[in-house]
């Protein structure tokens, strides 16, 4: 059973930078896909970014390019936000799944574990 922690979150300003980061509790994330996903009051979960191990293939949703990069090391998931908006305001969540069952990381449904989210907040 893997445990997922994320961290990084925070209050900024809009135009400012954060970096989040996950972690795996007990092992690396050698042979997973891993994911992140935001959720704002009152709105679905939605897709943020995903990645396969070795940063072979990566997505991002739409709302996300050109700002955010997902990246991916042997004991940490990263997602650097850059020119963070106050649509960006939501809690976000790491996930992680089997890559070899893996086969779209838009779908939620396809990741294994959680993390318990980390609050980011944009203020204009």
């Known amino acids: 059973q893997v445990q997922l922690v994320e961290s990084g979150g925070g209050l900024v300003q809009a135009g400012a930078s954060l970096r989040l980061s996950c972690v795996s509790s007990?092992?690396?994330?050698?042979?997973?896909?891993m994911g992140w996903f935001r959720q704002a009051p009152g709105k679905e979960r939605e897709f943020v970014a995903g990645i396969r191990w070795r940063g072979s293939l990566k997505y991002y949703a739409d709302s996300v390019k050109g700002r955010f990069a997902i990246s991916l090391d042997n004991a940490m998931l990263y997602l650097q936000m850059n020119s963070l908006k106050p649509e960006d305001t939501a809690v976000y969540y790491c996930a992680a799944a089997n890559m070899s069952t893996m086969t779209s990381l838009l779908d939620p449904h396809q990741y294994d574990y959680w993390g318990q989210g980390t609050q980011v907040t944009v203020s204009s």
């Open positions: 007990g092992r690396t994330f050698s042979g997973y896909a």
